[in-house]
C-alpha cells in the first residue's frame, strides 16, 4: 500500500496490497471497520483539468471520506472529494465521484447508487433499485 500525505485510517480496518490512499492534497478519512479492496485507489486530487486543457485549469482538489463500516471491492477508484456514507457498498472496477449517503450499493465507471444495503441482525443484504423503488434524487 502507498499511504501519502494526511491518512486517517480508522479501527479495526483492512486495506489490501496494491493500494493507493493518497492524502497529499486534502484530507483522506476512512472510517472505522472498512475494507479497502487490493488495487484500489483512493484520491484527494486530480489533475485531469489540467491535462487536458495544457495546464491553465489548476489541479482539481479536494478531501475525500469513506464512512465506517464500508466495503470498497478490488480495483476501485474513488475520485477527490468524494464522500461515501457508512455501511456503503462499492463493487469492483467502479469509478466514484460525488456524493453517496449511508447503505448506499454504488457500482459502475462513473459510478452510481444502484441499490441500497439492507442490514437485519447479523445479516447485510445488497438490494438494487427497481423501477418501482429508485429514490426520486
Known sequence: CLIMGDVALGKHCWVGPYTVLDGASGVLRIGDYTQIGSGTHV???N???ATLTGGRAPKHTGPTSI???CFIAPMS???PGSIIGDHSFVASGSYVQGEFPPYSFIS????????????TGDSALLKRFTPESEPDA
Not at 459502475?108 to 442490514?119: D, F, N, T, Y
Open 43 to 45: 484520491y484527494t486530487h
Open 47 to 49: 489533475t485531469i483539468e
Open 77 to 79: 477508484i474513488i475520485g
Open 67 to 69: 464512512g465506517r463500516c
Open 108 to 119: 459502475g465507471s462513473p459510478a452510481v447508487r444502484v441499490g441500497r444495503v439492507e442490514i
